[in-house]
T-cell receptor
Framework: EDQVTQSPEALRLQEGESSSLNCSYT??????LFWYRQDPGKGPEFLFTLYSAGEEKEKERLKATLTKKESFLHITAPKPEDSATYLC????????????FGRGTQLTVWP | DTGVSQNPRHKITKRGQNVTFRCDPI?????LYWYRQTLGQGPEFLTY????????KSRLLSDRFSAERPKGSFSTLEIQRTEQGDSAMYLC????????????????FGPGTRLTVL
């Protein structure tokens, strides 16, 4: 079965302190790796889709990268408004539509 | 707002009661998904519709759970004889088929329905 493991479970950063979140995955025939942001009590908000090793995507202070076994979400000079839970999910070739999610990394950025 | 909408946003019920949730997808999205999320966990897949056809179901979807999408637009998720273990956030997502160079479609989530079973 497809699996996703995220680390760390929680991360506290001072404003401006850059860091990375990790997503390790096991999937048969990767058809997409997704990053979402989730604020408390809300649904996940789409950030990025990555398809193949070596691919990178950026949006404001966030940059997502992909290798054959893991993905990283790099956060450069974070601000308090970046505080949220970041979820990683994969879609494999053996399923029609389902995404397999990790448990997420809870990021707190303090001023 | 043209995003995915879900109603109600919150539901409190007593054990043994039946509850029904509604999801309205983004217009022109023909694919619809239900997930369940408990505290500290990522969303877990429940079921998937393409138009009105239910194409995939998780083993999590016990016989007390049923989902429908009668006209290929909105969907309902019903839980019969609720149990305390059903307390969770129920999320709906929608997507349209991947086009061009993309390999897979992106699922866009609604705000969720928070269910509390007393």
């Amino acid at each position: 079965e497809d699996q996703v493991t995220q680390s760390p479970e929680a991360l506290r950063l001072q404003e401006g302190e850059s860091s990375s979140l990790n997503c390790s995955y096991t999937v048969s025939g990767l058809r997409g790796l997704f990053w979402y942001r989730q604020d408390p009590g809300k649904g996940p908000e789409f950030l990025f889709t990555l398809y193949s090793a070596g691919e990178e995507k950026e949006k404001e202070r966030l940059k997502a990268t992909l290798t054959k076994k893991e993905s990283f979400l790099h956060i450069t000079a974070p601000k308090p408004e970046d505080s949220a839970t970041y979820l990683c999910a994969v879609r494999g070739g053996s399923t029609l539509g389902r995404l397999y999610f990790g448990r997420g990394t809870q990021l707190t950025v303090w001023p | 707002d043209t995003g995915v909408s879900q109603n109600p946003r919150h539901k409190i019920t007593k054990r043994g009661q039946n509850v029904t949730f509604r999801c309205d997808p983004i217009s022109e999205h023909n694919r619809l998904y239900w997930y369940r999320q408990t505290l500290g966990q990522g969303p877990e897949f429940l079921t998937y519709f393409q138009n009105e056809a239910q194409l995939e179901k998780s083993r999590l979807l016990s016989d007390r759970f049923s989902a429908e999408r009668p006209k290929g637009s909105f969907s309902t998720l019903e839980i019969q004889r609720t149990e305390q273990g059903d307390s969770a956030m129920y999320l709906c997502a929608s997507s349209s088929p991947a086009q061009g160079a993309t390999l897979t479609d992106t699922q866009y989530f609604g705000p969720g329905t928070r269910l509390t079973v007393l």
